[in-house]
């Protein structure tokens, strides 16, 4: 079974500009959460969406913005891009809220954004 | 605010040592804690410890839950040069309804040479 799968794998952009990163959730799963690993730190939760709502933010500026779609993919936008958003940007899926408690996350490869 | 906590920051062995990795946390609510590897890209699960599973082995790794001490320890026994990685621990907390969010530590980074 296909995994968590992201695009694109890397990313260079330049300040100021925006960037959309796509995620495709492994089949079934129906939750998307999206986080950021900034080099040399563990990642940082930003959202988690579940049948097309939020349900959670983490503590970033509202630069940072998500949505997912109706077969439960996710795209995170990032826009007025700062050297500061240089990261790897990691989206994972679970069963959750189904199946109950203890559904673990998974995570994709990831899209390295490297901003200069 | 959800604290989780690594130690060591990083660690170097020898092929056939075991290590153990710490995690403590500070959190509302405690629901899970996970353990997962990280090489080069994706994190990859290896545990999850709640309240009625404290307890967690596969092959050479084992982890447990201290919910008195809030912490939890990864065992890795007869340790190879595949098991080089960062190691991070996450902690799942709040109302189940109100979303499955990770606080993640700083990882622990495992060197292991042959």
């Known amino acids: 079974d296909a995994g968590v799968t992201q695009s694109p794998t890397h990313l260079i952009k330049t300040r100021g500009q925006h960037v959309t990163l796509r995620c495709s959730p492994i089949s079934g799963h129906k939750s998307v959460s999206w986080y950021q690993q900034v080099l040399g730190q563990g990642p940082q939760f930003i959202f988690q969406y579940y049948e097309k709502e939020e349900r959670g933010r983490g503590n970033f500026p509202d630069r940072f913005s998500a949505r997912q779609f109706p077969n439960y993919s996710s795209e995170l936008n990032v826009n007025a891009l700062l050297l500061g958003d240089s990261a790897l940007y990691l989206c994972?899926?679970?069963?959750?809220?189904?199946?109950?408690?203890?559904?673990?996350?998974?995570f994709g490869d990831g899209t390295r954004l490297s901003i200069l | 605010e959800d604290k989780v906590v690594q130690s060591p920051l990083s660690l170097v062995v020898h092929e056939g040592d075991t290590v153990t990795l710490n995690c403590s946390y500070e959190?509302?609510?405690?629901?899970?804690l996970l353990w997962y590897k990280q090489e080069k890209k994706a994190p990859t699960f290896l545990f999850m410890l709640?309240?009625?599973?404290i307890e967690k082995k596969s092959g050479r790794l084992s982890s447990i839950l201290d919910k008195k001490e809030l912490s939890s320890i990864l065992n890795i026994t007869a340790t190879q040069t595949g098991d080089s990685a960062i190691y991070l621990c996450a902690v799942e907390a709040g109302r189940f309804g109100a979303g499955n969010m990770l606080t993640f530590g700083g990882g622990t980074r495992l060197m292991v040479k042959p």
């Open positions: 709640t309240s009625s599973g």
């Open positions: 959190v509302t609510n405690f629901r899970s």
């Open positions: 994972a899926s679970s069963w959750w809220p189904r199946r109950g408690p203890g559904q673990p996350q998974h």
